[in-house]
């Protein structure tokens, strides 16, 4: 199999399985017990802390463990505005995650207003346009790192130094951008940020929100004292020993696997390019997490390519995973501009660790083969 869905969730490695599986057989205590199989669980879980906030350049104290991206991003958001009800405008932009989508939408419902930032044709957001959407009852900014989609990375540190200007809090999602790009939240300057471990080839079910030091935000679970009392529920201990060490691997391997996997994705990019004409590229030239490639097919369906590309085991998107299963046309795609029926062309390819040289060189053979066989298909039923 041909595995380019990495955006949408990653293979666990062996050494995060190995780990936890070491840990759920011989660890079971309650990290809140204070006997020793407790506190031997609560030290286990302060070194994945430790890994996780060293990893985004922050203090262990910053790292606020969560079930998912999803919850880190409704954390910081319901989290902020409940503090400073009074502040009760969101400023957001029209390609964020459901995660921040959703959430505003509630918040629009309990009377407050949201700012949806437009983008541009390759998917950033307008510094002008943000200065303008601010205003003194302003109480939170949440803009994403990298887009899950076409991975667009967001001027986020010019953001920080507008809203800061103003004494409004910055929120990032960087579950995208965690693992692909440096991500030091101190030098982005933000107040929370989300990442989340499933995407950075550790478990699923376990994220973690970073909190600056300082910054105002009401507990998202109530209940016990865990995670300082933000973030009330016996942890998911096994999940945070495996996001540490999913996060220890990624360190190990470093820039360089991280550069093999571009030169990958460059490759296959330029393969496209050469042997589809007609193919188009959706996204940022330059300024994006360079495994992520979107393109559009204009005339076809995407879900046929992928169907069809599924029959050699080779396997895509045609977009956010959350919309997979219905019929809506992408946010992100139609928000750059693309008319719905071009967004409805388009496939989402998302390189990562799990791919070769080979897998390339197979998708560049059969890729071409489909969109041919598809547009004589379409041609010949001009209804399409
Ligand atoms: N934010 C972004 C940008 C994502 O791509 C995703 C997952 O697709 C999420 C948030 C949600 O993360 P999780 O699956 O851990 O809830």
Same mark, same amino acid.
């Given at each position: 199999m041909i595995y380019l869905d990495h955006n949408a969730t990653t293979p666990v490695d062996p050494a995060v399985a190995e780990k936890m599986a070491w840990f759920l057989r011989e660890h079971f205590g309650n990290p809140s017990s204070i006997y020793p199989i407790g506190r031997k669980v609560k030290e286990l879980m302060n070194e994945a802390r430790e890994r996780v906030a060293a990893s985004l350049g @922050?203090?262990?104290?910053e790292i606020f463990f969560t079930g998912s991206g999803t919850e880190s991003d409704n954390f910081a958001i319901f989290g902020t505005f409940d503090a400073a009800? *009074?502040? !009760?405008e969101f400023v957001t932009s029209t390609i964020e995650h459901p995660a921040v989508i959703e959430a505003a939408k509630v918040l629009e419902k309990r009377g407050g207003k949201v700012a949806y930032l437009p983008v541009d044709e390759y998917g950033t957001v307008s510094l002008d346009d943000l200065r303008s959407a601010l /205003?003194?009852? /302003?109480g939170l900014v949440s803009i994403m790192h990298? !887009? !899950? *989609?076409?991975g667009t990375i967001q001027p986020i540190a010019e953001i920080v130094r507008i809203a800061h200007e103003r004494d409004i809090p910055v929120h990032t999602d960087a579950v995208q951008s965690f693992g692909k790009i440096d991500v030091d939240a101190r030098k982005l300057g933000v107040d929370f940020l989300t990442v989340s471990a499933h995407k950075i080839y550790g478990p699923k079910g376990i994220g973690a929100l970073y909190i600056r030091r300082g910054a105002t935000i009401c507990p998202f679970?109530?209940?016990?004292?865990? *995670?300082r009392g933000l973030r009330a529920g016996t942890e998911n201990t096994a999940g945070i020993i495996g996001f540490g060490e999913a996060v220890r691997v990624l360190e190990e391997k470093g820039r360089k696997e991280l550069a093999r996997v571009e030169k990958l994705a460059e490759a296959l990019k330029k393969g496209i390019e050469e042997k589809i004409p007609g193919a188009r590229f959706n996204g940022h030239p330059a300024n994006r997490v360079k495994g992520t490639l979107n393109f559009s097919f204009p005339g076809l369906e995407a879900e046929a390519i992928l169907l069809a590309l599924a029959t050699k085991e080779i396997y895509v998107s045609t977009g956010s995973a959350c919309s997979? *299963?219905?019929?809506? @046309?992408s946010h992100v795609l139609q928000a750059i501009g693309l008319p719905p029926e071009i967004a409805r062309s388009s496939i989402r390819m998302s390189l990562g660790r799990s791919n070769t040289d080979n897998d390339v060189a197979v998708v560049l053979r059969e890729l071409p083969e489909i969109i041919k066989k598809l547009r004589a298909i379409t041609a010949f039923h001009p209804e399409g």
């Open positions: @922050v203090d262990r104290g009800p *009074e502040k !009760n /205003t003194p009852k /302003t990298a !887009n !899950n *989609e076409i679970l109530r209940g016990g004292r865990q *995670e997979e *299963e219905s019929e809506e @046309v």
